[in-house]
């Protein structure tokens, strides 16, 4: 049984009526099992989008539609569902979406036809635009809901039992520990510190983010440094932590 299987909210989803617009912020690993799973409660089944005019797909998850898939998208969404009362829609990587591409969605997301079902997908939520969002049941899916915030946005581990939890999660599979995915975690700490106008450790966050992002350390030194930043903050104290950074940056 997976993970988003036993999630609460995901239950309750799908128990639920559909509203006419919907979006979801969830962890990439689950984005399949959700699409398809809404396929079976609209649809009543799931098939491949390509072989079901009633299932439309727009974007993928490594990548956000653009705007002329976007208008491309809204022509077909007027078309009436084929022996189906349902017309089923998902917006993949909606946070990724180009101003563009984005604002051509909201005419059709404020009065879709009633067979349409539009879902927008996403992992960022504090990426989504903001009209967009306002026009959406708006709901955040996540391994452990008490690492976000309502907006989706990842909360920076406030203790040693975070601290360790993470290096923990980060630690589990080497092949998928990488900077990458370490200037996402900073990336989201960095946004839900502004957002608390924690400035200061917003500050070295990011400073640790640009250097990650010059790949000039390894993956440890950059743990090291991300706990001794979460440490001092947590003890009011900058001294070691702008000695080793400005060290590391001659």
Not at 142 to 163: A, R, Y
């Amino acid at each position: 049984m997976s993970d988003l299987a036993i999630n609460v909210r995901w239950q309750e989803i799908l128990k639920e009526d559909d509203p006419q617009c919907r979006a979801i912020v969830a962890p990439v690993k689950w984005h399949e099992e959700i699409i398809k799973g809404f396929a079976k409660k609209i649809l009543g089944e799931y098939k491949n989008s390509e072989n079901d005019p009633n299932f439309i797909i727009a974007g993928s998850f490594e990548k956000a539609a653009d705007v002329n898939t976007c208008r491309n998208l809204i022509d077909a969404i007027k078309i009436k569902p084929l022996n189906s009362r349902y017309k089923l829609i998902f917006i993949i990587s909606a946070d990724k979406l180009l101003l563009p591409a984005a604002n051509s969605l909201l005419k059709i997301t404020e009065e879709p036809p009633g067979y349409a079902r539009i879902i927008f997908l996403m992992e960022d939520g504090k990426k989504f635009l903001p009209t967009l969002k306002s026009r959406s049941r708006y709901d955040v899916l996540t391994d452990d809901e008490n690492n976000f915030n309502e907006s989706g946005i990842l909360k920076t581990p406030v203790n040693k039992s975070d601290w360790l939890k993470w290096l923990s999660e980060n630690n589990k599979n080497k092949a998928e520990l990488n900077i990458n995915k370490i200037c996402d975690d900073l990336n989201g700490w960095v946004n839900y510190e502004i957002e608390n106008k924690n400035l200061n450790l917003a500050l070295k966050l990011e400073k640790i983010k640009l250097l990650a992002s010059k790949n000039n350390l390894s993956v440890l030194m950059l743990q090291d440094l991300i706990i001794l930043a979460l440490i001092e903050n947590d003890k009011n104290n900058n001294n070691n932590f702008e000695r080793i950074f400005n060290d590391l940056i001659i």
